[in-house]
């Protein structure tokens, strides 16, 4: 990168619009474009599906802070996932997914994919033998990583899964959405594509629903472009311009929620009430050495077990105040949630199911001691 990543949030793809020169990009609300001659769209825009000024500015955002050549919006993380697994994938090839994945990346394999004839087999992503293990020779066509993971916290190793995959000539797909572009790049480290959802750091205000792949090969980039046209879950310019104006405070953002989720992780770590505590920023966290080798920093999501097992796990999030009881993440509110019982429900009864005494926590950027004083009295 030729500019430092604040920078590239607030101007890459961002240049005073030409004809009136608005320093912000205009939100082109608009679903056809009138062409110069048949056959000539202007400047290529035709229909806001296949094209829109508003999103090309996200898009060439996203893949400069994430350093790829192609960077592509889409209307959810989901319909990012779907898009870039039906551009890779075709039935009868295979998978290798987190075995604590994010609930709607595992029902998405689980309940769609499957069907479409899609296998996948769980592995614990931050052992690269246990990975190398569930490979299939011949039909394994994607190693899956998050990293960290949703909601266990766990830490891959990306470049060591990136050797991993191209050994199996498979490509390998981390989803970035817990770290953000500005904690982690993991291009950088030999990832293939980066998976978002834009929806939770990127657009940072819990106001707009959005999705992103990046990638790394400006072949694939083109192919999953083309699919991103064809299959049509694209995102508005509304949308677009909202998680666009979302980014140019990601930087600050991040490092706020960093700030106030160390000290909340430390002070959970010695709570009578606290049987453990999961954040890749502990000393004591498994994955510690390997996040501080790939990210920045550790992050704004925390997750623990509640020492009174899963009732007690419930009724911390029923007592808190300030951390609203919600799912989704990465606001600059903070959220608290059962995910057993929220948003991996989905995972009940499989490999994939988390244990019923775990809290999420995501953690937003209020004052850190009001924080604290809503955790003390919600425990108990």
């Known amino acids: 990168m030729s500019h430092g990543f604040e920078t590239l949030a607030i101007h890459a793809g961002q240049d005073p619009e030409a004809r009136t020169g608005a320093v912000i990009p205009p939100i ?7 062409q110069d001659a048949v056959g000539a769209p202007r400047q290529g825009y035709e229909y806001s599906r296949s094209g829109n000024p508003t999103r090309d500015a996200l898009q060439e955002c996203l893949a400069a ?4 050549p192609v960077g592509l919006a889409f209307a959810s993380g989901l ?35 499957e069907r479409w004839g899609l296998e996948y087999t ?14 299939r020779p011949g ?10 993971t949703n909601p266990l916290l766990g830490i891959a190793d990306i470049a060591a899964l990136a050797a991993v995959a191209h050994e199996a000539d498979a490509l390998l797909v981390v989803d970035n959405t817990f770290a953000s572009p500005y904690l982690q790049q993991p291009i950088a480290f030999g990832a293939d594509v980066v998976v978002h959802s834009t929806t939770k750091y990127i657009g940072g205000h819990s106001d707009v629903v959005g999705g992103a792949l990046v990638a790394a090969d400006r072949a694939l ?6 699919h991103q046209n064809a299959m049509g879950a694209v995102n508005g310019p ?3 311009w909202l998680t666009l104006r979302g980014i140019k405070t990601l930087g600050v953002r991040m490092d706020r929620h960093c700030d106030n989720a160390e000290r909340i992780a430390a002070y959970l770590d010695g709570h009578a009430r606290v049987a453990q505590v999961l954040y890749p920023g502990l000393p004591a966290h498994p994955g510690h050495e390997v996040a501080a080798k790939q990210m920045r920093r550790f992050g704004g999501m925390i997750s623990f077990r509640a020492a009174g097992g899963e009732e007690h796990a419930v009724e911390i999030c029923n007592r808190a105040k300030l951390f609203v009881l919600a799912e ?35 953690v937003g950027i209020e004052t850190v001691d009001d924080l604290l004083a809503d955790l003390e009295q919600a425990l108990g």
């Open 221 to 226: 980039g083109e192919e999953l472009r083309y």
């Open 28 to 34: 082109y609300q608009t679903s056809t474009y009138a």
């Open 79 to 113: 319909a990012a996932e779907d898009a870039l697994l039906r551009t890779v994938c075709k039935p009868g090839d295979h998978v290798v997914i987190p075995d604590d994945a994010y609930g709607g990346t595992y029902r998405l394999f689980a309940k769609v994919a």
């Open 122 to 135: 769980p592995a614990k992503v931050s052992d690269p033998d246990a990975v190398r293990a569930a490979i």
């Open 139 to 148: 039909a394994t066509r994607i190693i899956w990583v998050e990293t960290p």
């Open 238 to 240: 509304f949308d677009a």
């Open 65 to 68: 802070l994430e350093g790829g």
């Open 328 to 362: 989704s993440l990465g606001g600059v509110e903070s959220l608290i949630e059962h995910p057993g019982r929220m948003t991996h429900a989905s995972a009940a009864g499989s490999p994939l199911e988390v244990p019923g005494d775990l809290v999420r926590l995501s």
